[in-house]
């Protein structure tokens, strides 16, 4: 999903629904938002359902009639300031760098010719 703008127009939620025991009670510390594969390869978590809810949507499983509701979505800003010093000298040095490559590409080459011979017994007067 990509947003144009950061409003909730119609907020939804994608939900994997797995019945049996996550081992939640046991005290070992793990989260809510992720199920150890292990779980579900031993079959001690099992698929039920895949739904898409919108606010206020809900869907009851069989056959206990367990509920499982979307209420909402609460809007929250991540907001990072952060200073980097060492952009403005990568700044300078690429518009260096730049005027260097115009300027090599704009000035005119010159050529010089040099003549080599064979040194001479006589001294150069």
Do not use: C
Request: aromatic share 6%; charged share 25%.
């Amino acid at each position: 999903m990509s947003s144009r703008f950061p409003a909730l127009d119609a907020p939804a939620v994608a939900v994997d629904i797995y019945r049996g025991d996550t081992g939640l009670d046991t005290g070992r510390p793990q989260s809510l938002f992720s199920l150890d594969p292990r779980l579900i390869d031993q079959g001690r978590l099992t698929k039920e359902k895949r739904v898409n809810l919108r606010a206020g949507e809900q869907v009851r499983l069989d056959p206990d009639g367990t509920t499982v509701r979307f209420d909402g979505a609460v809007p929250f800003v991540n907001l990072q300031v952060s200073h980097d010093p060492g952009q403005t000298w990568v700044l300078v040095f690429a518009v260096t760098m730049m005027a260097g490559l115009l300027v090599s590409l704009l000035v005119r080459r010159r050529r010089v010719w040099v003549r080599i011979t064979p040194a001479t017994d006589t001294p150069v007067r």
